[in-house]
């Protein structure tokens, strides 16, 4: 697989002709796929793209797994998100909650005009997360035909990290042991293996995230540069490109299982 923005042209909105788009939004069960990402500092040894790269590849693959079945399309990643948090650090772009949210509705009015029975808004950052949330409520409302969702992609690991990860609570974090393992994967000759370093995260409230995959009630502004010098969070020490192919492949065996679930329900809704 290529991994740029373009993408697979057997799903890739990027690479197909207006015709093309056309021809799969029209059918039974449509679902467009809306990447979305952030620019902003990873540590010193990642990618400031490495939202927008992974959450990417991960549409990528989870369509072009059930493409042959499911009529899906993917649009180029969106390729900033809300990032404020991190511009103390700088190598950072941010739109504001309003913006990312406008920016989520005018991306949906427009590509739904093609005629697709259903959208995912496929998150990759953390800070964007209700913002998603906001936009299926707000896309959904304006559009009663059309089946609107949102989920963030590293959620569908959930099940698996456990058993891959060798970091304790706290590693798991920005930049660290699970993206890391990721872009190792995805994107190597990125990666610069000479500057990986990392803080584990340590949160004083017991009520409060604690990493990627420990979540809590309880939220708390910080700046990044609170959290570590380097700004990575996390042990990104522990990553390895194995961990990465584990973790790929069961988040795009997952969200493949996910496009194949909502095309069922949309297929049947249409008929």
């Not at 029209?26 to 500092?41: A, C, F, K, N, Y």
């Not at 456990?162 to 000759?189: A, K, N, Q, W, Y």
Request: net charge negative; with cysteine; charged share 20%.
């Amino acid at each position: 697989m290529e991994h740029h923005w373009v993408g697979e042209p057997a799903v890739s909105w990027a690479a197909m002709t207006y015709a093309n788009v056309l021809d799969v939004a029209e059918r039974d069960g449509s679902i467009l796929v809306v990447p979305t990402g952030s620019l902003e500092q990873h540590g010193f040894h990642l990618p400031t793209a490495t939202d927008s790269i992974l959450v990417n590849a991960v549409a990528q693959e989870g369509a072009t797994r059930t493409s042959e079945t499911v009529p899906v399309v993917v649009t180029p990643p969106i390729w900033t998100g809300r990032s404020p948090h991190h511009l103390s650090l700088g190598g950072t772009v941010s739109l504001d909650t309003r913006g990312l949210l406008e920016t989520l509705r005018q991306v949906a009015e427009t590509a739904l005009r093609n005629g697709f029975d259903a959208l995912v808004f496929l998150n990759g950052h953390g800070g964007n997360a209700s913002v998603v949330t906001d936009a299926v409520s707000e896309v959904g409302t304006a559009h009663p035909s059309v089946e609107v969702l949102g989920l963030t992609y590293f959620s569908l690991a959930a099940d698996v990290v456990d058993g891959i990860r060798d970091s304790p609570t706290g590693g798991v974090s920005h930049g660290g042991e699970f993206e890391t393992s990721l872009m190792l994967h995805v994107c190597p000759e990125l990666v610069r293996e000479d500057r990986i370093t990392g803080t584990r995260r340590d949160e004083p409230y017991d009520a409060a995230r604690q990493d990627l995959f420990v979540d809590g009630p309880l939220a708390v502004h910080r700046e990044f540069d609170e959290y570590s010098d380097s700004g990575a969070v996390g042990d990104p020490e522990q990553a390895s490109d194995s961990k990465g192919r584990e973790l790929y492949d069961h988040i795009a065996a997952n969200l493949g299982d996910l496009l194949t679930v909502i095309h069922d329900q949309n297929e049947a809704r249409s008929n």
